[in-house]
């Protein structure tokens, strides 16, 4: 689920964006918003044990929730972020909406490695906090 969610905010994002963005600036926020809240709803489902998490059964719901949205929110709320920046940013600069579109990719794949490599920290941080 992670992965596709991945593609969708690295390859999908960056379009409806640009959508959002030729119409206004408060469209292009909301649509940002509404993304991080489908990205925060998607870690709670991946939490739950009714859809499979047989840790949050043994762990309980909240624990296992805590440690969940780090990683959804590193790995998928950094890159929709990045990409509405990046977006905004040269949406006043150029009209070539393709142009928009790479940098927009461009600038979700970069912000994704970076919070897979934050995150690599964080779990760390996290095992040596428990240990």
Do not use: E, K
């Amino acid at each position: 689920m992670l992965t596709l969610l991945a593609g969708a905010c690295i390859l999908l994002f960056p379009a409806l964006a640009i959508q959002a963005w030729r119409g206004d600036g408060v469209r292009l926020g909301a649509v940002a918003v509404g993304a991080l809240a489908v990205i925060v709803v998607a870690a709670m489902v991946a939490a739950s044990a009714r859809f499979g998490n047989a840790l949050s059964a043994q762990q309980g719901y909240g624990h296992t929730l805590l440690r969940i949205l780090p990683v959804f929110g590193l790995t998928l709320g950094l890159p929709v972020l990045s990409a509405t920046a990046t977006i905004a940013v040269l949406g006043r600069r150029t009209s070539r909406r393709w142009l928009v579109y790479v940098a927009g990719i461009a600038a979700a794949m970069v912000a994704w490695v970076a919070g897979a490599i934050g995150l690599i920290w964080f779990m760390a941080a996290m095992a040596q906090s428990v240990a």
